[in-house]
DNA sequence: GAACTGTTCGTTATAACATAACATTATTGT
DNA sequence: ACAATAATGTTATGTTATAACGAACAGTTC
């Protein structure tokens, strides 16, 4: 049997960690933060947080709408598209480009570019934890003369129990 | 002054380089590798090709399709969206995420993942030639478990030119 | 060259993602 | 309490992408 992971450890192809813990502790890293920030976390932006965080799947601005309006909050599109604004400039939740959606980051005390692997089959995704890849990747722009600024790294394909299951002949 | 590159160099962030002759290779190169695999390169497809090649810069959808619409092609989004499939799966372009856009591949002949260099300043786009980045990548993911099948490396900032023109206090 | 088959293209409609602009309300600092 | 700022509500629209279905075309077989 897996070890229960630490609770900050990468989780998201772990079946069964705990997933309360990992929302909880992301919500108060989130009111932490925002405190030291002088940001206002307020109600909507902490539901939308608290709603990226439900699952280790990116949602889409329009899946986090629809949960929104089932909550009663207001639900045109810019309310949840400034939330998640605001969650992407504190740097709480991550926009995966390649899939028109967002995630929340469990390492928001440290400022970083995120670094993806995303699973074709089940939708789930997790930062990959490759800060030695930065220097690398900025080395080779800079050969070219370029100057990095910000950086997206996404790479898809099958996370462990995906590769088990497609293998799988009853799939 | 600069060295005219070689002709299949990297030529994006290159002022002076002769841009005829990028567009001739990639038609070339276009034709002859889709008469080798059999796919059949139609006026549609051989002229979007041809669009996204008018610049180093990525071009959205729309902006070919209005393109199109002035050389009397029918246009209609599935057109150039079809067109695009096309050239994607035959590896004669690529497709940006992080701009929604598309760009012509230079090296079409070897099937690849692009790696791309962005420049937010003048929106020119070049690949980085990074071939050694893709086994550290594959090997970071590996080590989760994970099994990378499709890579989408994006990096945006300023390139050569951009550099000295954003740095000129009369910008 | 007629019939068959699979591919490409035309056409209409709509889905999915994102922002502009401006009015209203809430919060903060004085 | 007041003014200034930040956040939210609201309406409308812009942008990107695909579904679905029928017509035209190209290659293959007889």
Redesign the pocket.
């Known amino acids: 049997m897996p070890n229960q992971p630490a609770s900050d450890d990468l989780t998201a192809f772990c079946c069964n960690h705990d997933h309360h813990q990992c929302i909880d502790q992301a919500l108060n890293k989130a009111k932490t933060l925002c405190k030291e920030h002088?940001?206002?976390l307020?109600?909507?932006?902490e539901r939308v947080l608290e709603l990226i965080w439900q699952s280790h799947k990116p949602l889409?601005?329009?899946?986090i709408l629809e949960q929104l309006a089932r909550d009663g909050?207001?639900?045109?599109?810019?309310?949840?598209?400034?939330?998640?604004?605001?969650l992407l400039e504190q740097g709480l939740a991550h926009?995966i480009?390649s899939?028109?959606?967002?995630i929340g980051c469990a390492h928001p005390e440290r400022r970083h570019q995120g670094y993806f692997l995303i699973c074709r089959h089940c939708g789930s995704a997790q930062e990959l934890p490759a800060e030695t890849l930065t220097k690398p990747l900025k080395q080779h722009a800079q050969a070219q003369g370029f100057k990095v600024e910000s950086e997206t790294v996404e790479l898809s394909g099958l996370c462990p129990n995906c590769q088990a299951s497609t293998q799988d002949p009853s799939r």
Chains 1, 2 share one sequence.
């Open positions: 002088c940001a206002r307020t109600p909507v932006r889409g601005a329009y899946q909050f207001n639900s045109a599109p810019p309310t949840v598209y400034r939330a998640l604004e605001f926009r480009a899939l028109n959606a967002f």
